[in-house]
């Protein structure tokens, strides 16, 4: 492992690329991922923002997700390519706090959007009469508030508890952001109590959400068998399918890293897992949304003749 120097309160990331060509070539392919899931998830939030027939329970939902998605990447990987290019691997306490707020934060609050988003397709295609009542605005605002404060709450349990760790070994975290598992390992006490919490906030917030959303789509699934319109099956069917691809590329990674023991761990897997819900999820959640969904390519003709009127 490389030495580096480092103060007392700063921790240094060992990144996710090695310092080599094949570093550097890896690096490079992760660019545009990163500019793809920057720009979509930006026009994905205005476009449901400026367009008012996207004003509607379900793509408010879906602005939030793009909007965490944004903080995701925004939080990330600015610092682990600071670190690569110009070799400033140095996170300042206060700085490592952020991340792991905000990773923490985001890593609950998605989950439990997209438990709110199988439950409005579960509404709208199980119950349609019922769907403007069940899902009307003040519900759709209180799902939202509610994904944020309780990811915030549970995020700051965490955060205070591994910022006042005490560290007597190195500082060195092997990962590309300040990750909490990778952060425990450096850590001069008994950890396994707190390892529990960890582990029944994994269940809470990403566990019982699932089933939630699985005990959803086993409905939705029963529902659309009945619907004798071949059109309204296969609008169903996609939608369906374009939020179960979602959930999958969100919930395997963080399941397969955070229920794992401790024994089966390892910091190559985690970082590789990383990439998942750090560039490739924010990258597909736009495409998906957006190349699956009429409303939503009828908006990116709408919205820049709306803009381009209203110059001239």
Known sequence: MENYNQTSTDFILLGLFPPSSLGLFLFILTV???LMA???NLCMVLLILL????HTPMYFLLSQLSLMDLIYICTTVPKMASGFLFGNKSISFIGCGIQCFFFATLAGSEGLILMSMSYDRYVAICFPLHYPIRMNR???VLMILGSWAMGAVNSCAHT???LHMPYCRSRTINHFFCHVPSMLTLACRDTRVYEYTVFISTILFLVFPFLGILCSYVRVLLAVYGIHSQEGRKKAYS???AHLTVVTFYYAPFAYTYLRPKSFQSPEED???AVFYIFLTPMLNPVIYSLRNKEVLGALGRVPQKIYSVNT
């Open 239 to 241: 939608t369906c399918s």
């Open 138 to 140: 003040r519900v759709c």
């Open 51 to 54: 367009d008012a027939q996207l």
């Open 271 to 273: 970082k590789v897992l």
């Open 160 to 162: 205070v508890y591994v």
């Open 32 to 34: 545009p991922i990163f």
């Open 38 to 40: 920057l720009t979509g």
